[in-house]
């Protein structure tokens, strides 16, 4: 059974577009972050959400929008897309906003041309 | 603000030599803190943790010790195998810091056979 599940995991793109990456998790958590990984391995947080409200929200440019239907989804949507949002891009769950340990997804490689 | 420094990789060592990666950290508060390990291709999963001074976190051969006096949490293993090949990133959680965990820049280790 996976336990953060991200879709999808390879995403190729144009700049100028717009897409989407989903991520549910079944561990029942009630907190979830999205992460973006550079090529140099260096792991930024970028939103996270606790029961469906966002309690981080860190400088990101406002074409990156995180929306979460319910506390098992989180998804993050990115406009107008540019050459350096190039990255891997990593769901996470925790059971609680109390710092505990988190559980990723395998993550979402997008490689915009 | 909350930091974590940890050594510089690419660390190559051949089988059965002994591992550690140095860790430090600032915080305001009394942070718990963590070590997570990257596979190829793979979301960081969970290496161990430790919540107060001087526990000692342990996980497959892996161990590290919270040191308070020294700001450390220097991770160890006494005979490394060539499946340990991977990016190793330490970490800290600290409510006083905000509800986000920070994590080091990584350290990538390479094990010879």
């Known amino acids: 059974d996976t336990a953060v599940s991200q879709t999808p995991k390879y995403l190729v793109t144009q700049m100028g577009n717009d897409k989407s990456i989903k991520c549910e998790q079944n561990?029942?958590?009630?907190?979830m972050y999205w992460y973006k990984q550079d090529s140099k391995k260096f792991l930024k947080i970028m939103f996270s959400?606790?029961?469906?409200?966002?309690?981080i929200n860190e400088t990101v440019p406002n074409r990156f929008s995180p929306k979460s239907p319910d506390k098992a989804h989180l998804n993050l949507h990115i406009n107008s897309l540019e050459l350096g949002d190039s990255a891997v891009y990593f769901c996470?769950?925790?059971?609680?906003?109390?710092?505990?340990?988190?559980?990723f997804g395998p993550g979402t490689r997008l490689t915009v041309l | 603000g909350n930091s974590v420094t940890q050594m510089e990789g690419p660390v190559t060592l051949s089988e059965e030599a002994f591992l550690t990666i140095n860790c430090t950290y600032t915080a305001t508060g009394y942070p718990s803190l963590f070590w997570y390990v990257q596979y190829p291709g793979e979301g960081l999963q969970l290496l161990l943790k430790a919540t107060k001074a001087d526990d000692k976190g342990s996980n497959k051969g892996f161990e590290a010790t919270y040191r308070k006096e020294t700001t450390s949490f220097h991770l160890e293993k006494g005979s490394v195998q060539v499946s340990d090949s991977a990016v190793y990133f330490c970490?800290?959680?600290?409510?006083?810091?905000?509800?986000?965990?920070?994590f080091g820049a990584g350290t990538r280790l390479f094990v010879k056979a």
């Open positions: 959400y606790n029961n469906k409200e966002l309690i």
């Open positions: 970490a800290l959680s600290d409510v006083t810091g905000g509800f986000k965990t920070i």
């Open positions: 561990l029942g958590h009630d907190t």
């Open positions: 996470a769950s925790s059971p609680s906003d109390r710092l505990e340990e988190q559980f």
